[in-house]
């Protein structure tokens, strides 16, 4: 059977002693290289795909779009 606690013995949370035994823990979750390393490669996804379209548009197959199908390479 469960026993019966005295109000007395227990303390509410507001009579709880306010002194912390350990230390909080305030490191990041996620390591800075990490997070340093994710942007990088989110920005290289973006930047190079798009670069190297304009840059062989305006190169190799000056500015003609039309040339870019697969078609050019088979001729």
Request: charged share 15%; hydrophobic share 45%; no cysteine.
């Amino acid at each position: 059977m469960a026993q019966r606690r005295l109000a007395t013995q227990e303390k509410s949370a507001l009579d709880q002693d306010e002194i912390q035994t350990t230390k909080s823990d305030v490191t990041p979750a996620v390591a800075p290289a990490t997070i340093a390393k994710l942007l990088f490669f989110t920005f290289a996804m973006v930047t190079f795909p798009l670069g190297s379209y304009f840059l062989t548009v305006n190169t190799i197959f000056k500015g003609k779009t039309s040339r870019l199908h697969i078609n050019h390479f088979t001729n």
